[in-house]
């Protein structure tokens, strides 16, 4: 093979170590063994965050804590009351120049005064002709309309407010001909007309009003229409009457300057682009302090977005992703230190994937085959490390002596044979493999001496899945007991068969896929019956090897298959479940099937049951303390194989 060597061009580094991903990963492993499917221990380890950062439940709560401030901040009704205190000021400074004067006309515009409706929009209207005789009224009265202007403009395009403060009118007249040009804008791209060149005239001619400086139309649109949305919120949050007073007022200053049917197509156009946003509904807001139209548009869209974030952080909706959750809406609501708390969160997440520990299964992500066999290397160290503390020594054991009478004969060497090595045999291969010159021995020189007396052993590992495994917290040690068994038999005893049956209403067989990604559902009954036939028929596949079937239950059969097939329970125990469970035992006896038992409860029910199963077998019966499980199957099964070896 030739390699051949070339600049790097950029990308990832190619020498860059593999993101260190173990802590992850156990903690996964750690929730799995205790009795979670894969994916609610991910989802667990995102909720909780790894390595110091912040996961998503600390997210979302610093969204709902910022949105609960913010609620509280002050009342939506502030640009009501300052027209109010503004009209107040304009009469009364209005007044004060009229009293003096005792002309006639200076009682008929007092009288007119007096006459003004109490509703504040209809008195501001009726006040559109009338000629000021103050110029202090006259001027509080046209601050009204500036106010007005500038709430709204402000609301809508934000940082307009202190453009507008002194408002001449070649600004006025800049404001409308940049509305009709984005109106346009918005109509060409609802006709799929629009071209990025288009977006980059507008900008070039009107940027000075968007100071976020929108990448394209799509981020453009994005912002506009967040507060169009929350400035309609905002009008649903007040009463009826301020509602009608404060759109009676914006309608008739927008009038005035020439802005409201522009404004009106635009809010149009905003909701037809993105009608996903939340248009609807309404906030109660409350405090001391009086918010502004404008203000108070900038809080509700606040508030969305806090709304938004804690809804997509909780992942509690169906299709759920942390792609879900966009990296601009963090930093908006929560600041730049939030964006890289979930970053890496996703990069663990990808680094899962790339590794090899996830995967995309039918259900979503879902543990490797890589992950798998390390879940189990996981559970069966937690078994050894039991074994070792408990002063059981080590059950590790690999006898390489001979297994049986030897009988002449050879054949290659397998993974996991414990077969003497029939030396002339291997050397002669190696020679015949190599030729003349200098001997190598490889992997495929090695032949082991046949024996006569079986040393394989089939394992029926019956594992009760009943609800009430669930609801006692005993189905985590079983799940660990059972993928450790796995583990151990297959890494180092591949000559032995095993295989995990599952029973609850029905017994099935299940691979260690199967026993991790179990949800549990409420179904009852603890069909064993059914679990021991399976178990035969296992046994049955290899009538070579020893038989062995282990049991692990917290509770008496209340379940067995009725002569139509179906599963019939049954609570308390009827006769006809203890029967056909009973007559299953005996045909496993008659196999030669010892069955040894591992009770997870001391019920006397099923003390007096199984004590009866162990009298007509001739097998065991264990009550591991809590936390011993492993310990126990495992060192039964060793003790089981090693007394095999030294009866050969």
Known sequence: MSIRYGAWHGGADPLEPPYDIRQALDEIGEDVLAGMSPRTALSRLMRSGVDGRSGLDALRQRARNQARKLRNSGR???????????????????????????????????????????????????????????????????????????????????GLRDALANPDPRAMEQIRRMLADLNELLDADARGEHTDADFAEFMAKHGQFFPDNPANLAELVDSLARRAAAAERLMNSLTAQQRAELSSLMDQALSQADLGDQLSRLQQSLRAARPDLPWGGSERMSGEQQLGYSDGTQALAELADLDELAELAGQDYPGASLADIDEELVERALGQQAVEDLDQLRRIERELQRQGYLEQGGRGLELSPRALRRLGSTALRKVFAALESGGRGDHDVRDAGAAGEITGASREWRFGDEQPLDVARTVRNA????????????????????????????????VDMSYSMELRGTWGEAKTTALALHALVSTKYPQDAIEIIGFSDYARTMTPRDLVNHDWERVYGTNLQHALMLARRHL????????????????????????????DFCWP????????????????????????????????????????????NGGRVFLPKSGALGEYVVADYLKARNGRRRAG
């Not at 070579?544 to 067995?560: F, K, N, Q, S, W």
């Open 431 to 462: 020679v015949l493999r190599s030729g003349p010159g200098r001997v190598r021995l490889s992997a495929e020189d090695f032949e082991v001496v046949e024996t006569e007396r079986r040393s394989s052993a089939a394992v029926a590992l019956l």
């Open 76 to 158: 939506l009704d502030g640009t009501l009351n300052k027209v109010r205190q503004l009209l107040d000021q304009a009469l009364e400074s209005e007044r004060a120049a009229l009293f003096p004067d005792p002309s006639d006309s200076a009682r008929l515009a007092e009288s007119e005064l007096d006459a003004l409706p109490a509703d504040t929009s209809r008195a501001v209207r009726e006040l559109a002709d009338y000629q000021w005789r103050s110029p202090e009224a006259a001027a509080a009265y046209q601050q009204i309309s500036d106010l007005l202007r500038s709430e709204v403009l402000d609301a809508q395009f934000a």
């Open 573 to 616: 125990p009827s006769s006809d479940t203890i029967a056909a469970t009973v007559a299953e035992v005996q045909r496993c006896t008659r196999r030669g099937a010892t069955i040894n038992i591992f009770m997870l409860d001391d019920e006397p029910r099923l003390v007096d049951f199984m004590q009866e199963v162990g009298r007509r």
């Open 540 to 567: 049955d596949k290899h009538r070579e090897a020893e038989p062995v079937i282990l049991v692990i239950t917290d509770g008496e059969p209340t379940a067995h298959l009725a002569a139509d097939g179906y599963s």
